[in-house]
T-cell receptor, first 115, second 112 residues
Framework: SAVISQKPSRDICQRGTSLTIQCQVD?????MFWYRQQPGQSLTLIAT?????????ESGFVIDKFPISRPNLTFSTLTVSNMSPEDSSIYLC????????????FGPGTRLTVL | GNSVTQMEGPVTLSEEAFLTINCTYT??????LFWYVQYPGEGLQLLLK?????DKGSNKGFEATYRKETTSFHLEKGSVQVSDSAVYFC???????????FGKGTRLHILP
């Protein structure tokens, strides 16, 4: 398994500002994933981040709105840019199991409220 | 495409009741199947998994059996506790090159 931490755990932000969320893993991983969970909803994949390459975004998500960095094998950031109240969600970082299984492990999430 | 359908909540039970949360899936081949749990204010935790037909995943008193013939992976627990109150997500993944597909989640309330 992997131990994943996220910062901040929660934040309240003003419309039009940006927030950068950090994800730290206790081991080296190839792929990291960022998800959004809107209130009362399931998880939606935003993008997949591989170290040393551009992140791959899912339909409906763009790099200008959700820029991602992946500077090394244990760390990634997701920025939510020019926020609006519709961006209020929980944002979760996830990594794959290293032993070749199909499992994914999730961080505790960042609960974002945009006023 | 691949999809997961799980029973809508909320589900409200009394402590020590029997729990079933239904989950069915649509996918080609033999995906891996998962149940994740999200306790209030927390992220997702893997509860159990099964990787091939007739496998039974189990953890913390919860069980789910991979039924290929009915494309189902229902979650069961014989005697629920108040501490089991959470949102439960059924999920599937074909292989490591595919993204994981989640159901919409089922909120479970256990009354003392």
């Amino acid at each position: 398994s992997a131990v994943i931490s996220q910062k901040p755990s929660r934040d309240i932000c003003q419309r039009g500002t940006s927030l950068t969320i950090q994800c730290q893993v206790d081991s080296q991983v190839t792929m990291m994933f960022w998800y959004r969970q809107q209130p009362g909803q399931s998880l939606t994949l935003i993008a997949t981040a591989n170290q040393g390459s551009e992140a791959t975004y899912e339909s409906g998500f763009v790099i200008d709105k959700f820029p991602i960095s992946r500077p090394n094998l244990t760390f990634s950031t997701l920025t939510v840019s020019n926020m609006s109240p519709e961006d209020s969600s929980i944002y979760l970082c996830s990594v794959e199991d290293r032993d070749g299984s199909n499992e994914q492990f999730f961080g505790p999430g960042t609960r974002l409220t945009v006023l | 495409g691949n999809s997961v359908t799980q029973m809508e909540g909320p589900v409200t039970l009394s402590e020590e009741a029997f729990l079933t949360i239904n989950c069915t899936y649509t996918a080609t081949g033999y995906p891996s199947l998962f149940w994740y749990v999200q306790y209030p204010g927390e992220g997702l935790q893997l509860l159990l998994k099964a990787t091939k037909a007739d496998d039974k995943g189990s953890n913390k008193g919860f069980e789910a059996t991979y039924r290929k013939e009915t494309t189902s992976f229902h979650l069961e627990k014989g005697s629920v506790q108040v501490s089991d109150s959470a949102v439960y997500f059924c999920a599937l993944r074909k292989d490591r090159d595919d993204k994981i597909i989640f159901g919409k989640g089922t909120r479970l309330h256990i009354l003392p």
